[in-house]
């Protein structure tokens, strides 16, 4: 399964890329850090099309979107229009009355899809704060819903207090099962 792959294969960049120590929110970490890796991962993946946030950009794919694969010449990242079918047709959950929206989304050629949820948080006395994680866990939960592959970056800028960490090894085990590969930085 490409898709399987190309996870596999972000969850290890991102473990191993630099990360700016100066970022300020979700956006710059999305920017500066994982569309890069994620953009230079995909083109290795041929069969995997990658859907990104537009942020507020208009140029579009060219000659037409290309909602599902092949569809490679032409592809922009960040296409408001690929991104909003993406969210109408596959890449969104809806559950509880709410409406969930990945920052990145993948889909391959048999239609296998990934969802990447980011997060950066700051620690405070040693201990994250438990929205920023339970947010972040439960935004990854509901990914896998839907998605047959979820991928989730952390980004904690400061440092942990060990005896926080004792539940950790059982609940990363938790998320392999059930194909959510979280990836945790400290910087």
Known sequence: MPVSRFARGLVGRLQRVSVPVGLTNEKALEQQVVLPEAERLVRRHPD????VHPWGGTRKCAPACAVLPP??????HGCPTCWEVSKKQWASVGAFGTHHTFDLAAIDKSK???????????????????????????????ASAKHDVVVGYFVCQGDLDERWHKDTAAAMRWFRKHKIYLAFRYV
């Open 48 to 51: 995997v099309l990658l859907y």
């Open 71 to 76: 569809g490679r010449a032409g592809r922009v």
């Open 112 to 142: 296998q899809t990934l969802a990447v949820e980011l997060k950066l948080s700051r620690p405070r006395n040693g201990r994250l704060p438990s929205g920023d994680i339970q947010r972040f866990l439960g935004q990854c939960a509901l």
